[in-house]
């Protein structure tokens, strides 16, 4: 066992999201919307890469991985690799983030590999909508996944970007959603990430908005402890009656940097320590060097994770109207 990754702020590096590519099937606005330039293939690390890469985290202390893209299921054998290094990590704590369009085959296979926790990006609950956003026609089919996933016996996020005048007048759907079923429907506020989403400070419905909107519609009760958010992104609500809970995630207007445990990995093999920072810490050519090897890639994300921002400081430094980070989200990986 390795010296575990511990910042100058004392936060120690247990949580690593891992983006296996940067391409998407959907065309979210808010997102990555219709970019082109996208990574070239030999630049995107390997699955073996991957999986050398994990060995090392584990050892530096990582508990958790989550793998996102871009969309993970639009990589070729990527059920394939969840189940290979579900196998390979039975310790890990092994999760993935989704827009559910095509994981409704794979569904079960990953269930009974021990993958039981999956993140679905809906943003709406109006098929039209969802056609607005996204650009594709895929709403019936995300909401049948869903409930695939629920059969299966996975534990479902449901994560929204919370929107005005997008999804804001859909409170009553998403609570009622939630009511009726086993899942965590949680509002993240959207983030000045990337430059060509059209972020701007009035399309932020903040977490406490929603909350206050959300308790006129249901009887809500914050959860104690981890449960409840107080150690983790997510403020999380019970709701009396209700089958589900209700999230706010509120990296713009309430930061958590304090208790951020996270490190995230780009499908090239970039490190990043902060969602709101723009440095790199390219880990592909060491890792691609038989001389250096993992030991220089080790070497490399000791001295990143040591220098880990607080990303709330690189909100406030940013100017008005400003994305934070220059790069789309599709590209890190949220
Ligand atoms: N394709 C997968 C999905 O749809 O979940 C994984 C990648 S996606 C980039 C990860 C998450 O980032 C999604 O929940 C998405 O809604 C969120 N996201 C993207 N851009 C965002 C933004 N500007 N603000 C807040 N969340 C954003």
């Known amino acids: 066992m390795h010296k575990p990754l511990e910042d100058q702020h004392g936060r120690k590096a247990s949580y690593m999201r891992v983006s296996v590519t940067d391409r998407c099937n959907l065309r979210c606005t808010y997102c990555a919307g219709e970019a082109k330039n996208f990574i070239p293939h030999p630049d995107i690390l390997r699955y073996e890469e ?3 890469l994990m060995e090392l985290a584990v050892k530096m202390g990582v508990e958790k991985m989550r793998f996102t893209g871009g969309e993970p299921f639009v990589r070729k054998g ?29 569904v079960e296979r990953l269930a009974q590999a021990g993958i039981k926790r999956v993140n679905i990006s809906l943003d709406t609950m109006v098929p039209k909508k969802f056609r607005e956003i996204t650009g594709r026609d895929e709403f019936h089919t995300v909401r049948a996944n869903i409930d695939r996933c629920l059969d299966a016996g996975m534990k479902v996020k449901v994560n929204a970007v919370a929107m005005r005048g997008v999804n804001d ?14 899942v965590d ?6 983030m000045p990430v990337g430059t060509e989403n059209g972020w701007d400070d009035s399309l932020v419905w903040t977490a406490n908005d929603i909350l206050a909107e959300a308790k006129e519609l249901a009887d809500l009760e914050q959860l104690a402890g981890k449960e409840g958010g107080r150690k983790g992104p997510a403020r999380m609500f019970s709701m009396v009656g209700g089958k589900g809970r209700i999230g706010l995630i509120s990296p713009y207007t309430n930061h958590f940097c304090g208790t951020c445990n996270r490190l995230r990995l780009t499908s090239d093999g970039d490190l990043r320590t902060c969602l709101f920072s723009d440095d790199v810490f390219p880990l592909r050519e060491a890792l691609r060097n038989p001389v250096l090897g993992l030991e220089e890639v080790e070497r490399i994300i000791r001295g990143a994770s040591v220098h880990k921002p607080m990303g709330h400081e690189l909100l406030k430094q940013r100017a008005q109207g400003q994305g934070v980070c220059q790069t789309r989200m599709a590209s890190i990986g949220g």
Not at 83 to 97: H, Q, S, W
Not at 185 to 190: A, C, G, L, S, W
């Open 78 to 106: 990527f059920a394939d690799f969840m189940v290979n290094a579900a196998e390979r990590f039975p310790g890990v704590d092994l999760c993935v983030t989704s827009n559910a369009t095509l994981i409704g085959e794979h």
């Open 169 to 182: 007048d859909e409170l009553p759907v998403f609570v009622e959603f939630a009511r009726s079923n086993p």
């Open 185 to 190: 429907m949680r509002f993240i506020e959207f």
């Open 50 to 52: 991957i999986l050398d």
